[in-house]
């Protein structure tokens, strides 16, 4: 079972990761967008990670909750909305259960991913982190490894694609050749999730 501690490291261990790969998250976001990709999500991630420690959320829900309320409120682009709408409808999709199974969590992330689509009206093959997020909540059944591997592969797959949403559709064709960066920062997102899973 999962409990608010794991959430916890979840969430500390993606702030870590985008910390690691803030530069390279900005420079994918150079050619096909503003450059700002990874600054973005170091702020925003390090403001989930203070509002962790303050105020110590005791569920898995409420951490999920949190962390996404933060991302919305310190991320300016469009990636806050987007990522602080995924971990808060999962997390209200956890309720106020004390322990969760990855079987619940995998329900609850479908459930944040499909708000994700709803609200940036992005679809499988639009160059979008959905491209990451949805075949890693499908892999998701069957590993935390299998989850994370999938999204690094969901990524890899949007170089040859042109982009339909975000502000890389408004380059057309001349987007295609380059790895979109949200995709790139779910992956790691997920990457997190299997070490707090020690996978
Ligand atoms: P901005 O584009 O406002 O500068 P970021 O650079 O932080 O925001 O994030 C860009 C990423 O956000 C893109 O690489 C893409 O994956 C994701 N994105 C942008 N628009 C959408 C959308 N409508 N639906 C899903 N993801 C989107
Ligand atoms: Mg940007």
């Known amino acids: 079972m999962l ?4 959430f916890r490291r979840w969430m500390t261990a993606t702030a870590a990761l985008v910390d690691r790969e803030a530069e390279r998250l900005t420079a994918l976001d150079s050619p096909i967008g503003d450059a700002d990709h990874g600054s973005n999500l170091q702020r925003g991630f390090t403001a989930v990670t203070a509002a962790l420690e303050k105020e ?23 990636s806050g909305p987007l990522y602080g709408t995924l971990l808060r409808r999962t997390g209200k999709a956890l309720a106020d259960a004390a322990e969760v199974s990855p079987e619940q969590l995998a329900e609850a992330l479908r459930t944040g991913v499909d ?10 093959g639009d160059k979008t982190m959905i491209d990451a997020l949805v ?8 590993s ?6 999938a999204a690094d592969e969901g990524a890899r797959a949007t170089t040859p ?4 949403k975000g502000r890389a559709s408004y380059l057309g064709e001349r987007s295609i050749g380059h790895q979109d960066p949200g995709a790139t920062s779910s992956a790691l ?3 997190a999730l299997a070490e707090a899973a020690g996978e």
């Not at 110590?56 to 919305?72: E, F, K, N, S, Y």
């Not at 075949?135 to 069957?142: S, Y």
């Not at 935390?144 to 591997?149: H, T, V, Y």
């Open 189 to 191: 997102v997920m990457t």
């Open 161 to 164: 694609m042109q982009a339909r």
């Open 135 to 142: 075949p890693a909540v499908d892999a998701l059944g069957e």
């Open 56 to 78: 110590a959320p005791d569920t898995p829900g409420a951490v999920l909750i949190l962390a996404g309320r933060q991302l919305i409120s310190t991320v300016g682009g469009a």
């Open 144 to 149: 935390f490894a299998a989850a994370r591997d």
């Open 115 to 124: 708000a994700v689509r709803t609200l940036g009206g992005a679809a499988p």
């Open 3 to 6: 409990d608010a501690d794991f």
